[in-house]
């Protein structure tokens, strides 16, 4: 049995608790929590709370690590990372996915979800500790390629071992067939990642059907699908391909307006909100509008995407980013990089908060010592009990 304590505990889903004590068994599940401070538990100075959830990864990207030029815009990234995806060898890659998975877990990151395009992270994943929600993801404008896009996506997803799903890449980058075929393969309690307004023009592509999108299609050759416009805004104009999915996991959200949020609530009652604040600065040096979306009642959660648009696999990285941008509470941080993650990767039966009868792995911050003047500009991570 192993008690701590320190300044505060940040529960995750509750109030914090100035003081208290966290009472573990050997496997470090939480026997108890207690607002009172025990006075043979060992202390820490600092705050504590559960193990970070990373919801939006491409670990098979982790070779591009520190290789590919900032603010270039998504064009250009799309352009070098081809590049570069030819020039290093599979297994540079693969050991490059090894690392990652190292990276977080020194971050205190104990669950992510996954994109996966190939087998890449599979051999990663059978030896590291953290909780992976594989996301096998498809895309394929041209109607006529369907099959062989969704063969793909069924080989991979048997290939995969654990909790997967076949998830959409973007609401530009399907035909409406692909996504007919994922709406059919959903199962009930799992989550659709989707991502979501990354760039303004993904507006103007549903609407007028021209924009940024419609030129970057056109430079490949390829046809705008029948569907196009749908004079609607993306998601709705997608709605009826989502209504299956247990949750709804939207990823970015740089150029998310209330419209969206709107139908959102109005559609789908288990709406997650993914934001990755360092990647959107990476690649196209916009921050999500986190002003809009932090008084709605929203869930939000947290993502450091790839190491390809990351310097570093690591959600408190993504905190200091909002903290540093707007006003918000560490108390919200906090809840949306744990328990909002937990949920949206349906992994709130075990982590994301510390509660009774969890597993959540424990995370000391330093260099914060009061809730009231925080500022987490060089604050730091330690894992104080893993999760597993
Ligand atoms: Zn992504």
């Known amino acids: 049995m192993r008690k701590i304590t320190a300044d505060y505990i940040y529960p995750g889903n509750t109030t914090p608790i100035k003081g208290g004590t966290i009472t573990l068994n050997e496997e470090g599940e939480v026997l108890n929590i207690s607002l009172k401070t025990d006075a043979d538990a060992e202390y820490f100075q600092g705050i504590i709370c559960p193990g970070f959830v990373n919801v939006h990864c491409h670990t098979e990207l982790s070779y591009a690590k520190n290789q ?44 992510v979800g996954d994109i996966m395009n190939t087998t890449l992270s599979i051999d990663a994943k059978k030896s590291s500790p953290i909780a992976c929600y594989n996301f096998i993801e498809v895309y394929g404008s041209q109607a006529k ?42 199962k009930p309690k799992s989550t659709l990642s989707i991502h979501h307004m990354e760039s303004e023009g993904e507006g103007e592509y549903f609407l007028k059907g021209t924009g940024p999108l419609a030129e970057r299609f056109k430079s490949w050759g ?62 196209e040096g916009d921050l999500p ?44 941080l906090i809840r949306w990089a744990t328990y909002n993650g937990a949920c949206a990767l349906g992994m709130n039966s075990k982590l994301g908060s510390i509660e009774k009868g969890k597993s959540p792995g424990i995370l000391l911050l330093q260099n914060k010592s009061t809730a009231k003047s925080f500022d987490l500009t060089n604050a730091s991570v330690q894992v104080i009990e893993p999760s597993v």
């Open 222 to 283: 390829l046809e705008q699908p029948p569907h196009i416009p749908t004079h609607k805004r993306p998601l709705e104009s997608l709605g009826e391909f989502f209504h299956t999915a247990e949750r709804l996991l939207l990823i970015h959200n740089t150029f998310i307006n209330q419209a969206d949020i709107d139908f959102a609530k109005k559609h789908f009652q288990n709406s997650f909100y993914g934001l990755c604040p360092n990647a959107n600065l990476y690649i």
């Open 68 to 111: 590919l030029p900032e603010k270039s815009g998504i064009d250009q990234f799309i352009h070098d990372l081809e590049g570069l995806k030819r020039r290093i060898s599979e297994e540079e890659k693969a050991d490059s996915v090894i690392s990652a998975f190292k990276e977080m877990q020194e971050n205190g990151i104990v669950a």
């Open 289 to 332: 509008p986190l002003n809009l979306l932090k008084n709605q009642d929203l869930k939000i959660c947290l993502g450091t995407d790839s190491l390809a648009s990351n310097h570093q696999l690591s959600i408190l990285e993504e905190m200091k980013i909002l903290n540093k941008n707007f006003d918000v509470s560490l108390e919200e």
């Open 145 to 186: 390629d369907t099959e062989r896009n969704w063969n793909h996506a069924l080989g991979l997803a048997a290939a995969t071992e654990g909790t997967k799903n076949i998830v959409p890449h973007a609401p530009y980058s399907l035909s409406r067939t692909l996504f007919q075929k994922i709406r059919d393969y959903q």
